[in-house]
């Protein structure tokens, strides 16, 4: 089976789309003749022209708000924010509108559009490059949101997600594009070429929304996460030698709630790891959800690993970022060594 | 000389407020008939002053004069001036039914008339309006059950948005009316997607957006004219200038630029006022804007000179910031007035088909109120159930609605 990084799969996932649906359109900054800046894009409008691929203006209001009036005529639009960080003048087409137009219509209109943004710092992105803004959107009604951390499951999610009769927010992490980055920042990373879920196969194939994936079975805790943290937390296991099964969440919402019950029933501790900021990130969330339907099989405090409550700084960025090391000692706490 | 001393802060001012005498003797009224048709494939440079001047067919003595006279038959008038006078009727009964606490909130259009329901018999079947709350003229006039709407009003059993939506904000894709949001602007930037999907399809749609005077002050505004001039939309961007947002009068929104049309210019593109109290002008200029959006040639943005003559809302109060004989010195007249004038000097029309015309629009909107009423209002009689509350937010229903709706017990 064909190896490719999470940016070819992410673009192949739009080829094999564009090329199944001549009403998906794929348009961003920088998207159309150059490809985008990441490359997700690279050859889509050569190959389905500039009616299907095309460059938008600066203006991110304008690209979601737009998407939101091709969706309304009967169009698949998926569109790139360049960056998580600037999705923020499209946050009000996107929660007052997209979110609530089957619902206000009553499904006279509705809303087929995925949001495409990179996400997550690790780049030295600063604070403008680096953001992880998913609970801005898991707490809307009528939106779902995606994090998928590898190729296999970033073509199948976004499938799925531009095939879905709803509107999608799709979060790369950008620092997982070309291999499952650990947090190990001093490394070098394993390209995915290396990996076994960088094998992607050709074609058509969806993963579905709304079901995790166990990452590492395991008896003694139970680590959520998403995104480059599922590496970090698997880099963290491996570091202090706890029997831990990791749960890679892939989709925010619908959340995967019987399988995390599951699994946490069954280890009677929880750690939950994410890069976005702690207070009322999705962790809390979470960390509510389990005490919720665990509490009476939990046998420590439900742990979260977060980034901190300051903007991401740039010199900073690894004092920032909840690596191996934190997340190890989350691990070992919660297990009360 | 210029004037170097301590900088001083700018905050406009209407020329009057209340207990003042209105004067609009700066707004200058071209006569009818006096402004140019172009070519529809007109260079924009070249008519910069449409953006400027206002387009008008009825003169004062009720007469259709000049190049944009003459596209609509004595029959097609005669229902436009049904449809307004019927919109007219609607409002009034259901501004009553909102002090009668049978809805929660209602929003009129009196002295607007003209624009939407003259507007809608510039479209094609197909075509797609991006309308604000001041434009269910564009429902009335394409035939949309007055029944229906007042389902929506009350927010009844029959509600065909399900309790779910303010009153007013209706949806129609067959009417070819969008969703209305409630939000301010967001549908303009949609409006110009939607036009631009259609141009994507090679389908021959086109787009009508729409926005009022204050709400021009949003960055969807701008939004949508640099899409629309960028990728040459086929797309009518409607400016209703009707002198007042809430309580706000347009001078906050528009600035320095003299007019609101003038804000197409710098985007190239075509940019036209009109008297939005004159039905034949309203309906003339939509056709030319519809005509070059369908011929490829791209957006036009209009701006309708009109005023509102009644409170933006059931909510508010508009003596405490204007004066209240305003409206009367309005220079533009009553659209329905004017309408009736000139029908009366083609001959097709009287005072006493009108007051006759007058008592069966009372009827037939009253007899709809029955009807409604009989399906339940705001808080008496039939309503949506709690479980319409849970439904329809995704095509299918996630599972943590699924366990909400089942602690609510629906």
């Not at chain 2, 003169?59 to 919109?87: C, F, I, K, Q, Y």
């Not at chain 2, 629309?228 to 009707?242: D, F, H």
């Not at chain 2, 957006?299 to 109060?317: K, Q």
């Not at chain 2, 309408?339 to 008592?359: C, F, M, P, Y």
């Amino acid at each position: 089976m064909p190896r490719r990084t999470m940016i070819e799969a992410i673009r192949d996932a739009m080829d094999v789309s564009m090329g199944r649906d001549d009403k998906v359109v794929v348009f961003g900054e920088d998207v159309g003749f150059f490809g985008g800046v990441f490359r997700c894009t690279q050859g889509l409008q050569a190959k389905y022209g500039k009616s299907r691929c095309f460059d938008a203006p600066i203006n991110e209001s304008g690209i979601v708000g737009s998407a939101i009036g091709m969706a309304a005529y009967g169009l698949k639009p998926c569109v790139e924010i360049q960056f998580a960080d600037y999705m923020y003048p499209a946050y009000d087409q996107l929660t007052q509108e997209a979110a609530r137009l089957r619902y206000r219509s009553n499904g006279d209109f509705t809303c087929p559009i995925v949001v495409r943004m990179p996400t997550g710092g690790g780049i030295f992105g600063g604070q403008t490059h680096s953001q992880s803004p998913e609970a801005l959107f898991t707490h809307v009604s009528g939106l779902k949101t995606v994090v998928p951390s590898n190729p296999h499951d970033a073509k199948g999610l976004l499938i799925a997600a531009i095939e879905d009769p709803d509107p999608v927010i799709f979060l790369e992490p950008k620092r997982l594009y070309n291999g499952p980055f650990d947090g190990h920042h001093d490394r070098p990373v394993t390209p995915w070429s290396k990996h076994e879920l960088g094998e992607v196969a050709d074609g058509h194939y969806t993963v579905p929304l709304g079901k995790a994936a166990i990452r590492r079975a395991g008896s003694g805790l139970t680590v959520l996460a998403y995104g480059t943290m599922v590496y970090v937390a698997q880099a963290a296991v491996e570091e202090t030698g706890i029997d831990a099964e990791i749960i890679d969440l892939r989709t925010l919402l619908p959340l995967d709630l019987d399988t995390i019950v599951a699994s946490v029933k069954k280890t009677g501790r929880c750690v939950i790891v994410h890069e976005a900021t702690l207070t009322s990130g999705f962790g809390a969330e979470l960390s509510a959800l389990v005490q919720e339907n665990c509490f009476y099989h939990l046998e420590a405090p439900v742990a979260r690993v977060a980034g901190w409550d300051t903007p991401y700084p740039h010199a900073q960025e690894w004092d920032y970022f909840p690596g191996p090391g934190r997340v190890g000692r989350a691990l070992l706490e919660t297990m009360g060594a | 000389m210029a004037d170097a001393g301590m900088l001083r802060f700018h905050v406009p001012e209407p020329e009057v407020r209340p207990g003042g005498t209105p004067d609009f003797s700066n707004v200058p009224i071209p006569k009818a008939g006096s402004v140019p048709r172009p070519d529809i494939d007109v260079d924009p440079r070249t008519i910069r002053d449409h953006a400027f001047s206002i387009i008008r067919v009825l003169n004062r003595t009720g007469e259709a004069v000049g190049p944009w006279a003459g596209l609509l038959s004595s029959d097609e008038l005669l229902a436009g001036l049904r449809h307004m006078m019927t919109l007219r009727t609607f409002d009034a009964r259901m501004q009553m039914a909102q002090r009668q606490g049978k809805t929660s909130f209602y929003m009129q259009h009196l002295g607007e008339e003209a624009v939407a329901c003259a507007f809608r018999k510039a479209l094609a079947p197909g075509d797609m309006n991006f309308p604000t709350y001041r434009q269910a003229g564009l429902l009335i006039a394409d035939g949309y059950p007055m029944v229906t709407m007042m389902n929506q009003i009350y927010s009844n059993e029959a509600d065909p948005l399900k309790g779910r939506q303010l009153p007013v904000m209706y949806s129609s894709k067959e009417h070819g009316f969008f969703s209305i949001s409630g939000n301010l602007a967001t549908q303009y930037i949609q409006a110009v997607g939607w036009a631009m999907a259609s141009a994507i399809s090679n389908d021959s749609r086109i787009a009508a957006a729409w926005i009022g005077d204050g709400s021009t002050a949003e960055s969807d505004f701008h939004s949508a004219l640099v899409f629309a001039s960028t990728y040459k939309a086929p797309v009518v961007l409607n400016v209703v200038n009707n002198q007042w947002a809430i309580s706000t009068f347009q001078g906050i929104a528009r600035g320095g630029s003299g007019t609101f049309a003038a804000r197409g210019l710098g985007f190239g593109i075509p940019s036209l006022r009109v008297d939005g109290n004159d039905y034949l002008a309203v309906h003339a200029v939509a056709k030319w804007a519809a005509e070059r959006a369908r011929s490829n040639l791209g957006p036009t943005l209009v701006e309708y000179v009109t005023y509102r003559a009644g409170a933006h809302s059931s909510s508010d109060d508009p003596s405490a910031y204007r004066p209240k004989t305003e409206s009367d010195a309005w220079p533009l007249g009553d659209p329905i007035v004017r309408l009736k004038n000139h029908l009366i000097q083609l001959g097709v029309w009287s005072d006493e088909r009108h007051t006759q015309a007058e008592a069966e629009i009372l009827d037939t909107v009253i007899a709809a109120q029955k009807e409604a009423e009989s399906h339940g209002t705001l808080h008496a009689g039939g309503k949506p159930s709690t479980r319409d509350m849970f439904e329809g937010l995704y095509a299918e229903m996630p599972p943590h609605l699924r366990r909400q709706r089942q602690q609510a017990g629906v």
